[in-house]
């Protein structure tokens, strides 16, 4: 039973902030890289930025770099996204995944076993 339920999307001014969670079950959390991907409209699923199972390693993608920072917490089995300084084209469905590392969450196409199903998050100018 495998899952991966992100929370916290919704609407918010530009320049505004968000918090994303994703909660983990059924996979050894620990052990698993978890990052965070996008998908606007029309456009494909983009990397957001990942953190490697202790949290000592985290990678963000340019668009987002200085504004969103990634945290995990395991004794919760949850990886956060704290979006700070938002803007209209971070509008997406954000989505959470698990990967076995960092360069397979960057691989093209992502070399994830898990998703989460997604939340919206719209940044209204």
């Known amino acids: 039973q495998v899952q991966l339920v992100e929370s916290g999307g919704g609407l918010v001014q530009a320049g505004g902030s968000l918090r994303l969670s994703c909660a983990a079950s059924?996979?050894?959390?620990?052990?698993?890289?978890m990052g965070w991907f996008r998908q606007a409209p029309g456009k494909e699923r983009e990397f957001v930025g990942a953190?490697?199972?202790?949290?000592?390693?985290?990678l963000y993608a340019d668009s987002v770099k200085g504004r969103f920072t990634i945290s995990r917490d395991n004794a919760r089995n949850t990886v956060y996204l704290q979006m700070n300084s938002l803007k209209p084209e971070d509008t997406a469905v954000y989505y959470c995944?698990?990967?076995?590392?960092?360069?397979?969450?960057?691989?093209?196409?992502?070399?994830?076993?898990?998703w989460g199903q997604g939340t919206q998050v719209t940044v209204s100018s």
């Open positions: 953190v490697s199972p202790n949290g000592g390693r985290i």
């Open positions: 059924g996979i050894l959390f620990s052990i698993n890289t």
């Open positions: 995944a698990a990967a076995g590392s960092i360069a397979f969450m960057t691989s093209i196409p992502p070399r994830t076993n898990f």
